[in-house]
């Protein structure tokens, strides 16, 4: 079974950065894609970045030029560097995990609190 743990979220001002990280055990990590997904209070979830296996990257628009999703295969972690954090960033930061083959598998972390405020 995969498990993802995500670390790395806080309190910080506007301006400054975060880095949130995701820990993936139970399977191959190098075959999924990874992907940053936030949802904020009264909101719907959205992606916010993914990264396949094969090392293609996705934004949303939102945070183009201010976030960098990297992975690691050899530690199976997922990163997300966010920099330029602004108030409407604050959300709740889940880790996820995709494998699209015969059956599609998606697996989800617990979500670790960003919250941009003075």
């Known amino acids: 079974q995969v498990q993802l743990v995500e670390s790395g979220g806080g309190l910080v001002q506007p301006g400054g950065s975060l880095r949130l990280s995701c820990a993936h055990s139970?399977?191959?990590?190098?075959?999924?894609?990874m992907n940053w997904y936030r949802q904020a209070p009264g909101k719907q979830r959205e992606l916010v970045a993914g990264i396949t296996s094969g090392g293609s990257i996705t934004y949303a628009d939102s945070v183009k030029g201010r976030f960098t999703i990297t992975r690691d295969n050899a530690k199976n972690t997922v990163d997300l560097q966010m920099n330029t954090l602004k108030p409407e960033d604050t959300a709740v930061y889940y880790c996820?995990?995709?494998?699209?083959?015969?059956?599609?598998?998606?697996?989800w972390g617990q979500g670790t609190q960003v919250t941009v405020s003075s």
């Open positions: 139970g399977s191959i990590f190098s075959i999924y894609t």
């Open positions: 996820n995990a995709e494998y699209r083959g015969i059956v599609i598998r998606s697996y």
